[in-house]
């Protein structure tokens, strides 16, 4: 079962995209922010990575950045934030993530996006 | 080799001492080359009052991940009115990571910025109101409820309201189920807002 | 009148606050354990309901009740090699790293607090003394604090119950402990190996002088302090350590409420945090 991790400090943020996701068959776990992203992908690394930009003591583009620099398994990441604006993205794909999306996520949205970066099939 | 006793000794160093610690020289040496020199200056600014202005403006330009964050403490400490607006400048800031830690620090000074959230909940930028919704977290203030009402009565851009309904569902009442209504009604086309409205009238509910 | 049970929606509504103050998550089925404390506390702060319980506890500016309910919710008993994992990553991972990159002679030294009744730094010097080869070579400094000077006098006289060396190897006990009656006597040789001191670590002026070391331990500490008084304190820990140097907090802790200064650094025993090498 692929295991994808939320990183977002909105509670029921979280919960939506959970509730989406293992839905559709993957096994979800959650951190509020960058480090307590990074500590949980040091205990067992992830397949997957959502994170939102704008959290506490450490933000989406700083851990992505940190996330692509470290010697464990690079898994695809898919960036979520409320900026529109092009150099966001821009910044987004700087820092390592692989796709990103404006916020609010529709559930199909967010599974067909997650589907492509798992390399799997649309169904 | 072993374990071993050193003899108290005062390990603080020369080139330290040499600098007095009054705080014109502080503020100055909030731009020392060293940021161990910036850290301990801004640190040792909290026994300034009138600091806030030079904190803040080093914070704006500051590289150095631990002098912010110092800096930051500090400000929180101080808490004046110019705290306060230097804070709430960082708001604004392209640096993810000031603007994150100024919200921090803004939840950490409830009183000092009640005065101020009913006009940032009302600014231009929609980011800046979503920040200032964050802060209301922290908030014990009889006019929270409403303004977070007001929020997702009229503000019309759908991220602030998300957060906003995001808050009610931990701080809500039954003050706010028709606004919450309503607010599915204002944003039909977006599953997470009739998500967090629905998980928010149920834990209102639930009360 | 006794308090309503808690509701689900209560429970959930909690368990959120709390993951996010602390970072501790509780599992459906520690609901009787949570609900339990809960109602205690809801009791003794005269709050009624649950709701208004809540509101004292999100709301209060000193985070008292927090703190108070922390402590109800997780174990904090103290005793010789409590939380042995860390001393095993101190001795497997942490000091080999260290001595490594080490370009002096001059000693480790190692921060313990809060000291309480010195059960850690006792344990620590045990473990460099018994399983850490590089003891031969390195000369190590261990301090341990605390803000109450009565503990530190129980501390510094080494006198422990049954309780505390109840998970203690009995060849440790043997060598390191004389038996007298009930209590367990610290032999004089670790006595005089730690040095205890008072420190009030949200004082500046007591703290200053605290520098240079290698290796910081502060476990379940911190997660009864307040959301600025626990920055504080990372950003004291910050310049009392070297570049490189490490700071280990308690099992149920994390950084990642408190502050951004450190790396997370994994080994095999334990996840720790570092100060970074090139750190000015």
Redesign the interface.
Known sequence: MKRILIVD?????R??YR?ILEGAGYQVDE??????A??KS??EPFDLYIVD??????????FMSELRSRDIFQAPALMVS??AAASDRTRAYAAGANLYLV?????DELLTNCRLLLGEVNQ | MALIKQKPTEIIEQCERKQARDCASLELQLSDPSPSARRWAARDLVECPDSSAALIEQLQREEDSSVREIILTTLTQLGDEEAVAGLVSCLRSED??L???A??AMKLLPDEVAPIMGQLLKDAD??VR??AVNVLESLRHEQVEEWLNEVIEHDAH??VC??A??LL?EVGTSYSWEALEKLKARFPD????R??TD?ALKRISAS | MATKPISQEDFLKFR?FF??KT?IQFEDSKRYFVDKRLIERIEATDSGTFRNYFITLRFETTGEELQILTNLMTVNETYFFREEYQFKCLVNSILPEITAQKKDNRPLRIWSMPSSSGEEAYSIAMYLLEYWPGISQWDVEIISSDIDTSILAKARLGKYSDRSIQHLPKSLLNKYFRHNGDDYQICDDLRNAVEFTRVNLMKASDVRSYRDFDVIFCRNLLIYFDDLSRRQAADTFFDALNPGGFLCLGHSE???????LYQ???FSDS?VYQKSKGAQ
């Not at chain 1, 951190?31 to 307590?36: F, K, L, R, S």
């Not at chain 1, 916020?103 to 559930?107: E, F, L, Q, S």
């Not at chain 2, 977006?190 to 807002?193: G, R, T």
């Not at chain 3, 994390?254 to 951004?260: G, K």
């Open positions: 400090d909105a509670a029921t943020m919960m939506y509730s951190a509020v922010n960058g480090i307590e990074m500590e040091l205990e930009v704008n959290m506490p003591k450490q933000d989406g583009y700083s409320t900026e916020k609010p996520v529709k559930p | 993810a990571n603007r994150n830690e919200i921090e929609p980011d979503i920040f759908v991220n998300a957060t309904v995001d569902g977006e599953p997470y807002i998500f967090a998980l | 959120e993951y996010r970072g994390s950084m990642s409420r408190i502050s951004s997370v650094r994994k996840v």
